[in-house]
C-alpha cells in the first residue's frame, strides 16, 4: 500500500516504544505506590501517569549536574520497554487495554502524522532540546535566547526520550506529541465503552463529550500547548470518573485517584504555567477533611507531585533567577538573573500576540491597553468557542430545574462547583494573561463537559445511587 512510508512506520515504531516505557516505567511506580493504595488500579494509563512523573523527576535531576546526552533515550525506552512486558505477562488483564491504546497510536499517526512544527517551535523548541541534550544546567540564560527560562517540562520528556541516531530532534518533538495525543485520546476511548457497557449515562456523557471537543481543539502543528492542556484536562477528568461514577464509599479508590490526578496536574503546570489552576481539583480533597487520610497517606500523596514542582521551580531560579518565570513577583534580584525590564518585556510581547492572535502584525501593547479587544471579540464570536458555549449553555438553562432536583438528591453539586471554580479561574487567568484559546482551551472543554454530564446525569437515574461526597463530620442521605 502506497500510504504505508518508511517514515510512517519509524513514526509508529517510536510513538509506541516510548509509549510502552512510559507505561512500563509507571509500573513499577505502581507497584511501590501499593504499600499506600492497595486498591490502586493496574490499568495502562495509570501507569502512563505515574511513569510521566517518575520519567520528569529522573531527567530534571539528572540534568542538574549533566546533560540528557544521546544515550539516555536509548536505555530508557529499552528499559521500560522490558518493564512493560513483565507487567504484561503478570497481568493478562492489561493485554485487551494495550491492544486499544495500540490501536489509537496507529490512528492518531495517521491522522496526524503531518504535524508541523509551529511558530514557537522553530524559534525555541528545538533549541531548548538541545540545550538539554547538550549540556547540564548553567547558571543564567543569554537574553538572546531568555525563552529557554519558561523551564517547560515539555522539553525535558523530549529530551530524556531523544534518540538522535534515529530522529531529529523535530521529528522527536512531533512523535512525543503523537504520543501523548493517542495515550490520552486512546484512554478516554476506553472510558466510553465502559461507561456504554455499564450503561452508567453521566459517565458516559462526561468522557464522549471531552473527546468530542478534544479532537476539535487538535491542531496540525506541534508545541506545548496540546500536551499541556491533555495533562490538565486528564487531571480533573480522572478525578471527576470516581465522583460520577460514584465510587467514592471506596477509599482507596478515592486516595489513588487523588494521586493520579495530582500528578498529571503538576506535569501539566510545569509544561505550561498557566495551567496551575487545575490543581485546585485534586488539592480541594487532599486538605478538605474528606476522605480522611493519615499523614502518612497524605505525604505519599503529595511526595512525588511536590517533588517535580520543587525541582521544576529550582531548575528555574538557577536559569533565570525567577522562581516562575516570566512571572515578576518570583524573580529575585540574584547575579545571574535576567534583568527586569527584559522579564517585563518578554511578559509584555506574550500578552500582546495572545491579545492580537488573529492578527499576522500584533501591536506591542501595554496591559491596560484595551484597543485589542474588540478585534479579539469578533474573532472570538465568530469562533466555535462563542457556538458551543451557546448551544451547551442553552441546554442546562432549559433543563435548571432537572438540574436542581438531582443536586438536592445527591452530593455531586460538590464536583459541579468545583469544576467551576477551577475552569473559570483558569479562563480569568487566560483573558488576564494571554486570551489566545489555544493556550488554555481545557478549560473550555471542562465548562461544557460539566454542563452536558449535569443534564443527562438529571434526566437519567445513576446504576447505583449513593454518596458521593460527604462532609468531614459525618454523612449525608444520597
Not at 493496574?42 to 530534571?60: H, V, Y
Not at 465502559?194 to 471531552?210: I, Q
Not at 512571572?327 to 511578559?347: G, Q
Request: net charge positive.
Amino acid at each position: 500500500m502506497k500510504f504505508i512510508t518508511s517514515e510512517l512506520l519509524i513514526t509508529v515504531t517510536y510513538v509506541s516504544l516510548v509509549a510502552f516505557s512510559l507505561m512500563g516505567v509507571g509500573s513499577l511506580a505502581l507497584q511501590s505506590l501499593r504499600r499506600w493504595f492497595p486498591e490502586i488500579e493496574k490499568g495502562p494509563f495509570e501507569s502512563f501517569s505515574l511513569g510521566l512523573l517518575t520519567i520528569l523527576i529522573w531527567a530534571k535531576f539528572l540534568n542538574l549536574w549533566q546533560p540528557l546526552g544521546p544515550n539516555h533515550g536509548p536505555v530508557l525506552i529499552a528499559l521500560g520497554c522490558i518493564l512493560f512486558l513483565v507487567n504484561l505477562f503478570l497481568s493478562p488483564e492489561l493485554r485487551r487495554p494495550s491492544l486499544v491504546i495500540s490501536f489509537w497510536i496507529i490512528l492518531i499517526v495517521l491522522w496526524q502524522g503531518g504535524l508541523k512544527l509551529s511558530e514557537d517551535s522553530l524559534t525555541y523548541h528545538e533549541v531548548a532540546v538541545e540545550s538539554l541534550l547538550g549540556s547540564e544546567l548553567s547558571l543564567g540564560t543569554p537574553l538572546d535566547k531568555s525563552r529557554l527560562a519558561f523551564n517547560s517540562s515539555w522539553f525535558t520528556l523530549v529530551a530524556a526520550y531523544s534518540v538522535p541516531s534515529f530522529l531529529s530532534v523535530k521529528q522527536s518533538l512531533i512523535t512525543l506529541d503523537l504520543c501523548v495525543r493517542a495515550l490520552v485520546i486512546g484512554w478516554i476511548f476506553q472510558e466510553i465503552l465502559k461507561g456504554a457497557k455499564a450503561k452508567n449515562y453521566p459517565s458516559l456523557a462526561l468522557f464522549s463529550s471531552v473527546f468530542f471537543f478534544v479532537l476539535l481543539f487538535f491542531k496540525k502543528w506541534t508545541g506545548t500547548d496540546v500536551p499541556a492542556n491533555l495533562f490538565g484536562l486528564a487531571s480533573w477528568l480522572y478525578l471527576s470518573k470516581i465522583i460520577i461514577e460514584e465510587e467514592a464509599s471506596r477509599r482507596h479508590t478515592v486516595h489513588y485517584g487523588i494521586l493520579i490526578s495530582m500528578s498529571l496536574g503538576c506535569v501539566a503546570m510545569t509544561v505550561k504555567l498557566s495551567m496551575f489552576p487545575l490543581l485546585i481539583f485534586p488539592i480541594y480533597f487532599i486538605f478538605s477533611g474528606w476522605p480522611r487520610f493519615s499523614s502518612m497517606t497524605r505525604t505519599a500523596l503529595l511526595a512525588l507531585p511536590l517533588t517535580l514542582i520543587l525541582l521544576w521551580s529550582v531548575r528555574g531560579f538557577l536559569m533565570s533567577g525567577c522562581w516562575a518565570y516570566p512571572v515578576s513577583f518570583t524573580c529575585l534580584d540574584v547575579p545571574w538573573a535576567i534583568p527586569t525590564d527584559h522579564v517585563s518585556l518578554e511578559r509584555q510581547a506574550i500578552l500582546s500576540w495572545a491579545r492580537f492572535y488573529w492578527s499576522p502584525n500584533p501591536l506591542l501593547i501595554e496591559f491596560w491597553d484595551m484597543s485589542w479587544l474588540s478585534g479579539w471579540s469578533t474573532n472570538i464570536l465568530l469562533s466555535k468557542i462563542f457556538f458551543i458555549s451557546i448551544i451547551v449553555g442553552s441546554l442546562v438553562f432549559n433543563s435548571r430545574s432537572n438540574i436542581y432536583n438531582y443536586f438536592k438528591q445527591r452530593d455531586t453539586v460538590v464536583w459541579a462547583v468545583l469544576t467551576l471554580i477551577t475552569s473559570g479561574l483558569g479562563l480569568l487567568i487566560w483573558f488576564l494573561g494571554g486570551p489566545d484559546p489555544r493556550f488554555s482551551w481545557s478549560c473550555f472543554v471542562m465548562l461544557w463537559a460539566n454542563g452536558i454530564t449535569l443534564v443527562v446525569a438529571s434526566k437519567t437515574v445513576m446504576p447505583a445511587p449513593g454518596r458521593v461526597l460527604q462532609q468531614s463530620g459525618g454523612s449525608r442521605q444520597a
